[in-house]
């Protein structure tokens, strides 16, 4: 048995929201739940893939490692000034 009053109050039928509409019901402390992701929406569930690319940090992860689907002259350069670095 736990000890009395020091448990917080459990909520069997706890409701997660996202976007407003209700995507399912879980056990929590908390009564109701407000999310912005869950595996409904996620792009690793849905199959989505959206890279959010800021200073072209994925191009340049791309090209340091050898992943870049596009041959450019530029990328050329680049490989071999951080080749000298």
Known sequence: MPKADIHPKWYPEAQVYCNGELVMTVGSTKPEMNIDVWSGNHPFY????????????????????????????????????????
């Not at 959010?52 to 791309?62: P, Q, S, Y």
């Open 46 to 85: 849905t199959g989505t893939q959206k890279i959010i690319d800021t200073e072209g940090r994925v191009e340049r992860f791309l090209r340091k490692y050898g992943m870049s689907t596009e041959t450019d002259d530029a990328g050329t350069d680049d490989k071999k000034a951080d080749a000298k670095k």
